[in-house]
């Protein structure tokens, strides 16, 4: 089992009075009075209403290659490495990367979502962090799957 916890993205006015989009990491999670509390980057402590956010994702239990925490949201280049022994010790072919979304399979199985709507699923056992590298978010970075989203 992985840790469980979640990242917020929420707009702000920064102080040029422009609304931008800020990621924030939740601290608690109120589905009572649908409420998060999280704290930003510089440490300062936030409260926002589930509707105020832009989203809301969950970290899927891995890191990358360059041990970058991956969240359900992230974009990721995924590169399938194949090894001659289940030790994972001697790789044998490493796959082409390609592009695509980390989602949630019926809110519970990790998947990778390509931006022709196909994708895939990664059962236990079957993911490994060093397969992925984190390049962007869907909030921010959405023109990195080559569609809007």
């Known amino acids: 089992m992985w840790e469980i916890k979640y990242r917020a993205y929420a707009k702000q006015l920064n102080k040029k009075q422009q609304l931008k989009l800020r990621i924030f990491k939740v601290l608690i999670l109120d ?21 105020e956010l832009e989203g809301l994702v969950q970290y899927i239990g891995l890191k990358d290659r360059n041990d970058t925490e991956i969240y359900e949201g992230d974009i990721v280049k ?3 490495h194949r090894y ?7 790789i044998e072919k490493v796959e082409p990367p390609v592009t695509g979304k980390i989602y949630f399979v019926d809110d519970l199985w990790p998947g990778l979502r ?19 590298e984190v390049i962007g978010n869907i909030y921010e970075n959405p023109e990195l799957l080559g569609v809007d989203e």
């Open 31 to 51: 589905f009572e009075d649908e409420d998060i509390f999280a704290v930003g980057k510089g440490g300062g402590r936030y409260k926002f209403s589930f509707e």
């Open 78 to 80: 995924y590169s399938r």
């Open 84 to 90: 001659t022994k289940c030790d994972c010790k001697e």
């Open 114 to 132: 390509f931006a022709d709507g196909t994708g895939t699923v990664f059962l236990p056992g079957t993911i490994r962090g060093e397969d992925f």
